[in-house]
């Protein structure tokens, strides 16, 4: 399929508004210093063909275009307003662009939410003002837009050139550091830059979905400072990066999630981390560094994807092949492993102190007749066991370094290397020394489409991009994600008897939960008096002898059972039993006089294995979030986890296991078995199934789960209610 094909469900109203056949420039001016008179230079300069409405009414004329002394003095129809006047006049401007029939505004002034009080009500304001005429907004408190396929160029930036990078960015500098680097890069080129700003209205799910929709935008390019819908946006995300590349910075990180957290989840929920990896669910390619967006942008753009992960490196230097080789196994890349038949068809160009393992080392064959590196390249590229091949060296600097008579021979190369890459599927990426200078082979090859850094680390991360989009698509075509089970009534009931009480579910009442809905949980009894606990002894009793038992405290008021001595091991036999009872009951009541408890939970102990923790937070930005990785007292220390949006896919819950650093323990270590990981993905995906059907469930702690070759035993359960009485209704907007 074409990178650009495909479709979402309905066309984005956004195109009216960042496409206009005519703007009014509301605040238009003629002097220099001023947003207005910028507005329209810019637009004049670069040739914008619609019409152009400068609304001033202290002025005839501004820059040769005549003024209008109010906007419903306007005789034609402007999609579009740019708002360039101070934001207490911004809700009475907002009225008369409604009745005018102008669909969208574009406000520059800040003053509004973000300074709070005051502000904060004018925003209201506004925004009741827009909605009641029909007015999308744009900001306030943004940089601008400009759409260079339209020529209209609202921030008046000088040598931005048209292109497929469609941009959407928090920041104006952060903009303006992009059209910089692209300025010297010399090949990148933008479709759409929108500053959303407040996002009092339109948010970052808009704007994505319009560049998913643009014809001009190959790749989106994102700077993120915060959501205001993330479950919407990683909706959307999921539809456009099934038909074009998506690169997102995301600067800081969501405090909102880690507010009065109350599991182990909680307490991780809402970091950096949770955000990359939602968004790398939805298909996402997210950079950690900000001088890797342009680079990664403009490779995803040109080649949009690589089969695999397998990396064939082509080098002139032993040292840069080694630096090359260390910097792709750190981004979770592979060095392809060539055939022989590959190997064989190296050494017959190349002198016989050549490395034909990769990566392949040419040393000197290449000195006097550069053009070999683009046979190398096309060998290898014929090699099923590489999906991409990465050039490493100096590369359009032969002629400078040794000869400029080998300047005929380095064009040569880049035309075969221009072939090359029109006649496979795999990407070519290469990195020279010689990129800052632009001799004329690099250039050829830029021309052509092809991407050449300047650094061997930036192209790695494009390697890596091209790598995790191809998985990405091929595993997660035709995944759907797991339905929620039917809830049923004694378990809503069970949740709103604890909301009453002002607690959360008991343990025991946690793993009903998720025993009734197909989790393997072990029986467990609750003795209150020394009569259960005697049938409860019985009941344990195996017929190879007695089973060692664990026993915790059941009481609303303990949350941390283990720091109030509510916990005791390997329990055997009716009158430990007893004693154990009674130890914590009286550790219990040391640490907590006032505290209610309901009786002991008795159950046998698990068998060994590894400790794992599956966990659940309704993030406030993102909804229903899944967590899983290494569990008991080290999750917040190690951090060792991965998180999904709820509902999971089975690709999901496959990935999350893969992902964790500690999945070598799970494959088995020093003699131990593997543990069941099929059994743990069927958990994680009932988990989620359980959560989509009882919005009242806050928060989950499954922790620790201990899974070994057998499958699992959920040790401890922890659900935290929702206290706030409209928790149906958060869970369906969310």
């Known amino acids: 399929m074409n990178p650009i094909e495909g479709h979402l469900p309905t066309r984005s109203p956004l195109h009216d508004i960042l496409a206009p056949t005519g703007i009014a420039v509301i605040g238009a001016s003629a002097d220099p210093t001023k947003r207005g008179y910028k507005a329209m230079v810019g637009l004049i300069k670069d040739g914008y063909r619609g019409d152009i409405y400068p609304v001033n009414p202290k002025a005839d004329l501004i820059l040769g275009v005549k003024a209008w ?79 260079l396929h339209h020529r209209i160029n609202l921030l008046a930036l000088d040598n931005v050139k048209p292109g497929d ?20 890069n010399g ?36 700077y993120v400072e915060g959501f205001r819908d993330g479950r919407k946006f990683l909706e959307v995300a999921r539809d456009v990066t099934a038909m074009k590349p998506v690169v997102v910075y995301k600067s800081g990180s969501t405090e909102q999630g880690q507010k009065a957290a109350s599991s182990h989840t909680g307490a991780l929920a809402g970091s950096y981390a949770m955000t990359v990896d939602l968004l790398r669910q939805s298909g996402v390619s997210v950079v950690q560094y900000s001088d890797e967006i342009l680079p990664v942008a403009e490779g995803l753009g040109l080649l949009q994807k690589s089969r695999g992960k397998r990396v064939a490196v082509i080098s002139d230097g032993g040292g840069q092949a080694t630096i090359a080789s260390d910097r792709l196994a750190e981004a979770g890349l592979e060095l392809a492993e060539l055939s022989e038949a590959t190997r064989q068809k190296l050494r017959e160009v190349l002198f016989p102190q050549a490395s034909t393992v990769n990566p392949v080392d040419v040393a000197g064959s290449t000195d006097a007749n550069p053009s070999l590196l683009a046979t190398c390249m096309e060998i290898v590229a014929a090699d099923d066991n590489v999906d991409s091949v990465f050039l490493v060296g100096m590369f359009g600097g032969y002629s400078i370094r040794f000869a400029e008579s080998l300047l005929g021979d380095e064009m040569r190369g880049a035309e075969a290397m221009v072939d ?64 929620p089970v039917e809830a049923r009534l004694e378990l809503t009931a069970m949740f709103r008897q604890a909301r009453a009480e002002g607690r959360d579910l008991f343990e025991y009442e946690a793993k009903q939960l ?30 190879s002898g007695e089973t060692p038992l664990a026993m915790k405290v059941v009481s609303k008021d303990i949350l941390h059972k283990s720091d109030a001595g509510g916990v005791m091991l390997n329990v055997v036999g009716e009158a430990a039993m007893q004693d154990a009872r009674e130890a914590i009951l009286e550790s219990c009541m040391a640490y907590d006089a006032n505290a209610e408890i309901e009786g002991v939970l008795v159950a046998p102990m698990a068998k060994k294995g590894v400790e794992v923790i599956v966990g659940v937070i309704r993030d406030p930005i993102f909804g229903p979030v899944l967590m899983f990785g290494l569990g008991g007292i080290f999750v917040e220390i190690l951090e060792d986890v991965a998180f999904r949006a709820i509902p999971l896919s089975r690709h999901d819950a496959r990935s999350m296991v893969e992902q964790i650093k500690a999945k070598r323990i799970l494959e088995g270590v020093r003699g131990e078995s593997a543990v069941d990981k099929e059994a743990l993905v069927e958990l994680l995906l009932k988990v989620s199934s359980i959560v989509a059907a009882y919005p009242d469930l806050k928060e989950l702690d499954l922790n620790p789960v201990i899974v070994n070759a057998d499958g699992y035993a959920v040790v401890d359960a922890r659900v935290i209610v929702d206290r706030d ?8 907007r969310a």
């Open 187 to 222: 090949q990148v080129g933008f479709s759409t830059y929108v500053g959303p700003g407040n996002q009092s209205d339109i948010g970052f799910n808009d704007y994505l979905r319009y560049l998913g929709e643009d014809e001009h935008t190959r790749v989106a390019t994102l």
């Open 165 to 184: 990078v469609g941009i959407i960015s928090q920041s104006g500098n952060m903009l303006l550091s992009l059209a910089l680097e692209a300025q010297h």
């Open 420 to 483: 090359l890459s029109n006649a496979t599927e795999k990407p070519l990426v290469i990195y020279s020394l010689y990129t800052p200078i632009k001799p004329p082979a690099l250039r050829r090859l830029h021309e052509a489409g092809l991407p050449v850094y300047a650094s061997i680390e930036q192209s790695v991360r494009v390697l890596a991009a091209l790598g995790e989009r191809g998985q990405y698509l091929a595993q997660s075509h035709g995944q759907s994600r797991e339905t």
């Open 725 to 732: 009485s409209d928790a149906t209704d958060k869970d369906a």
């Open 69 to 147: 002394p109010s906007v419903t003095a306007i005789p034609g129809n402007p999609e579009l307003a740019l708002i360039c006047t101070p934001a207490p006049t911004v809700p009475g401007l907002i009225a008369e662009c409604g009745r005018r029939g102008i669909k969208g505004a574009v406000i520059l002034a800040s003053g509004f939410a973000e300074v709070g009080g005051e502000g904060a009500a004018l925003e209201r304001e506004m925004m009741a003002k827009a909605e009641a005429h029909g007015v999308r907004i744009i900001g306030p408190n943004t940089s601008g837009i400009f759409n």
């Open 514 to 543: 998720l025993r009734d809905h197909g989790v393997d949980v072990p029986l467990e009894l609750v003795v209150r008096n020394e009569a259960e606990l005697a049938e409860a002894a019985s009941r344990f009793a195996g017929e």
